[in-house]
Each structure stands twice: as structure tokens, then as C-alpha cells.
């Protein structure tokens, strides 16, 4: 099974967790868009979909689901989403896309995050893929100073502006052995809006596509 076989499944694994008139919380990214695409087509009826990102937005009036402001749903009972990593504990890396800020405020206000992908993104140790880290843009050279202090070895995504105007810088190198505590002292950097690392808010639920199948896989925590 290619690998865009193994997205359309993941994501197709993840609609026995919506229920109809729901308003569910929906990420970033290809995965997800397989995901909407799959909702769209589905038999469900939802109220409507907190989104994570101007990119997910439109594909969720492509599908002809309606778009709610966070400010005014609540807490969400779901939120779906990709990740560019994964462990088998739930913790994540995610912003390949460069949605992570929103895509964490959306997973923070969501009492279930069922994360899906596909099985080459499963791995016992983070970090091989770069970690990415949202930063006010006068920051920029400041942050990365402070991220090779830590190990790490940032690499501007030049020519990349989030939805919230501001820059990314890839973290390569960087081995994550606590999750917890890197996520903690990347954030506490001033000038960083978000680092991409869900340890403190992970995945509750895993869903991994593989040539056998979709696997799911129950969190315990990091
Ligand atoms: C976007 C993300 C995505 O979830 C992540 O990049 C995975 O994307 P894809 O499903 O396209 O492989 O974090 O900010």
C-alpha cells in the first residue's frame, strides 16, 4: 500500500469517533485532508468543525462543512489530526505543515485528540524529523542562538508565513529524550509563540496505517 492509501485509511479509521451533530475540532495537513474529504462524503452530520488553519478552512467548505469560531464552541469532545512523528506514548512532533500554534490551541481545548498517520511516522525516539518552532519574526536570530545553546541546529523555513504572520524555524538534530521538559524550556524562550512538540497535550489515541491495516493504538502518556 502507497503511502497516500495509508493516509486515506488512517483517516477513514477515524470516522467511527464522530457522531452526528458534533462539533468537532480538525487539523492540518494531508492526512486530514483525507480525513475532511471522507466526512464530507460521509453519512454523518456534523454541526461543524473548529479548524486549524487558513488551508483546512477551505477544504472544509469545499466538503460543505461548516466552520465554527473556537470563541464561541466550547470544549470539544474530538479533535483529528496528523503528525509528522509519533510515539507509541502519544507524544508528537507536528508543524511540517506550519499550523502548529492553532493546531495546539485546538488539541489543548479538546477532551479526546486521536491522532492520525501512517506507520513510517511511528518511531521510539523524536527528533529525526526537524522539530519546528513558531517564532515572532524580530526574534528570529535571538531564538536561534538560544536552540543551539540546547543541541539543536535551527534552519530558517525562508519564504514560509504562518496564518498568524509570523516565522518557523526547523530544529534539526536535536535528540528528544523528555519530551516534557524540552517542549517546557523551547517554550519559556522569549519570542516563541509555539514549539511543535505535543508532549504536555499529546495524542490520547493513536490510529497507524500499515500494508496490514490500521492499528489503534491507546495512550497511557509520555
Ligand atoms: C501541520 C501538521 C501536520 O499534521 C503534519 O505536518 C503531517 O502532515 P501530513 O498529514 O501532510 O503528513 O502538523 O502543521
Excluded at 517564532?135 to 545553546?149: F, H, L, Q
Aim: hydrophobic share 45%; aromatic share 4%; glycine share 10%.
Amino acid at each position: 500500500m502507497d503511502t497516500r492509501a495509508k493516509k486515506r485509511a488512517a483517516a477513514e479509521a477515524a470516522l467511527r469517533y464522530v457522531e452526528d451533530d458534533m462539533v468537532l475540532g480538525i487539523g492540518t495537513g494531508s492526512t486530514v485532508e483525507e480525513f475532511i474529504g471522507a466526512l464530507g462524503a460521509s453519512r454523518v452530520r456534523v454541526r461543524g468543525a473548529v479548524s486549524s488553519s487558513a488551508a483546512t478552512s477551505a477544504r472544509l467548505r469545499d466538503a460543505a462543512i461548516p466552520e465554527i469560531d473556537l470563541n464561541s464552541a466550547g470544549d470539544l469532545p474530538l479533535y483529528v489530526d496528523g503528525a509528522d512523528q509519533a510515539t507509541p506514548h502519544g507524544v508528537l512532533i507536528k508543524g511540517g505543515g506550519g499550523a502548529l500554534t492553532r493546531e495546539k490551541i485546538v488539541a489543548a481545548a479538546s477532551s479526546r485528540f486521536v491522532c492520525i498517520i501512517d506507520d513510517r511516522k511511528l518511531v521510539d525516539l523524536l527528533g529525526a524529523f526537524p522539530l519546528p518552532v513558531e517564532v515572532i519574526p524580530m526574534a528570529r536570530s535571538y531564538v536561534a542562538r538560544r536552540v543551539v545553546a540546547l543541541g539543536g541546529e535551527p534552519v530558517w523555513r525562508q519564504g514560509f508565513v504562518t496564518d498568524n504572520g509570523n516565522v518557523i524555524l526547523d530544529v534539526h538534530n536535536l535528540r528528544i529524550e523528555d519530551p516534557v521538559a524540552l517542549e517546557a524550556r523551547i517554550d519559556a524562550i522569549a519570542g516563541v509563540v509555539t514549539v511543535g512538540l505535543f508532549a504536555r497535550r499529546g495524542a490520547d489515541e493513536l490510529l497507524v496505517a500499515g500494508d496490514d491495516g490500521v492499528r489503534r493504538i491507546a495512550v497511557s502518556g509520555p
